[in-house]
């Protein structure tokens, strides 16, 4: 049985925690309503990306994959 106490720490570590320690990717970008905006490779930026395709199950390989737009070129990214 989880007592008060171990309730109020993990509730407390959820709030306080970085975010890289939630499993928040940190070559993501997020903007203001908290969707990807942007992907790092290779030490460079890539802005205009869209999510093409994603699970909704807690099961499985969680692929992702993107729509990004690099001037006049497009490409498509699986995570």
Same mark, same amino acid.
């Given at each position: /049985?989880? #007592?008060? @106490?171990?309730f109020c720490?993990? *509730? #407390?570590? *959820? /709030?306080? +925690?970085?975010? /890289?320690?939630? $499993?928040?990717?940190?070559?993501n970008t %997020?903007?203001?309503?908290d969707?990807?905006? +942007?992907i *790092?490779?290779? &030490? !460079? $930026?890539?802005? &205009?990306?869209? $999510? !093409?395709l @994603? @699970?909704l @199950? *807690?099961? &499985? %390989?969680a #692929? %992702?994959c993107?729509? /990004?737009?690099?001037?006049? $070129?497009?490409? +498509?990214?699986?995570?």
């Amino acid at each position: /049985m989880v #007592t008060h @106490s171990i309730f109020c720490d993990i *509730l #407390t570590g *959820l /709030m306080f +925690a970085k975010n /890289m320690c939630l $499993e928040y990717d940190p070559t993501n970008t %997020r903007g203001p309503d908290d969707t990807i905006v +942007a992907i *790092l490779i290779d &030490g !460079a $930026e890539i802005p &205009g990306c869209k $999510e !093409a395709l @994603s @699970s909704l @199950s *807690l099961r &499985g %390989r969680a #692929t %992702r994959c993107w729509h /990004m737009k690099n001037n006049k $070129e497009q490409f +498509a990214i699986k995570d």
